[in-house]
């Protein structure tokens, strides 16, 4: 039987409103900013993919490029200018607890007066669990993640990889069908974001969970991901290249075959920021 597609984005687009502006010269030749109105700029324009069941797939692509303005979307966050996604068959049109977020700033994600396991255990206070149960399933998060010796500490006494850990847990908590992962690695130290990483890869095989994680780091991507989609530079972003990994889990980054494809990867991004302006039919490679 086929792997169903458990997320599908159908000829997304998203345009916000930017105000338009041009130089007015005045008395003594001085130029000033004159306001004249309002247009639309398209950030993401007929994006179409879609993602089995259980994946782990990666947004790859430059600072500003649109992939978070699409997890976004995504997660509910924001709607649609054209367009739409669907989750199993059923559009989405706003935040839902099958689809768990992990911020790229843990400070502002996590509440600093409440203690790591009350941290974990909020959202399952949200959803009405009893506390005997919504403790259970919060120490189980935690043991996941590494963390259980930790549950009383306060988000002040941790640091910057373990405030994530609580973030990953307390999304792993509530169970969604989806983890849904912005940057969570960008701020790390290089030893603090491998090991991470190789926790999330932990994480992703136990709860067999579709995970969604965006990045700008070409060899992040394919330490993680099954699939990784190329965006192109916005505005008019797409998606113009669509990467199977096909290496099997634990990766050594240093193994000189993901090494060249790991430049392979990089060229195509190269590419696709060069000519954003040309959305061609995207190209499957595997590696």
């Known amino acids: 039987m086929a792997e169903k597609n458990k997320i599908e ?33 398209l950030v993401l324009k007929d994006v179409n993919l879609a993602i089995k069941e259980g994946e782990f797939h990666v947004f790859l692509g430059a600072s ?13 966050f924001l709607n649609v200018t054209n367009g739409e996604v669907l989750l199993d068959g059923e559009k989405i049109s706003g ?7 992990v911020f790229q700033n843990a400070d502002s994600a996590i509440f600093p007066w409440l203690s790591v396991l009350k941290n974990v255990e909020y959202g399952l206070r949200m959803q009405g669990v009893k506390k005997a149960e919504r403790r259970k399933i919060a120490y189980e998060s935690l043991e996941l993640v590494g963390l259980k010796e930790h549950a009383h500490k306060y988000p002040y006494e941790l640091s910057g990889g373990m405030k994530q850990r609580v973030q990953i847990a307390r ?17 790390l130290d290089a030893q603090t974001r491998r090991n991470l990483q190789n926790e999330l890869i932990d994480v992703w ?7 969604l994680f965006v990045t700008h780091d070409i060899t992040e991507a394919v330490y993680l991901g099954q699939r990784i ?12 290249e669509k990467i ?11 193994n000189p075959v993901i090494g060249e494809f790991t430049k392979d ?6 590419d696709a920021i060069r000519h954003s302006n040309k959305h061609d039919e995207y190209a499957e490679i595997s590696a």
Do not use: W
């Open 244 to 254: 199977n990994v096909g290496f099997s889990y634990p990766r050594d980054i240093d």
């Open 64 to 76: 500003g490029c649109g992939k978070t303005t699409l997890l976004n979307i995504i997660a509910g």
């Open 9 to 41: 984005v159908i000829n997304v687009s998203k345009a916000y409103e930017i105000e338009k502006k041009s130089l007015l010269f005045t008395k003594g030749n001085n130029a000033h900013d004159n306001f004249v109105g309002k247009e639309n700029q």
């Open 171 to 187: 999304s792993i908590a509530a169970n969604p069908e989806v983890l849904i992962m912005d940057e969570p690695f960008g701020a």
């Open 265 to 270: 990867v990089a060229t195509k991004l190269e």
């Open 95 to 101: 935040p839902s607890e099958k689809r768990g977020v």
């Open 229 to 240: 989609s190329i965006f192109s530079v916005a505005p008019n972003a797409n998606i113009v």
């Open 205 to 211: 095989k136990k709860t067999k969970k579709t995970i």
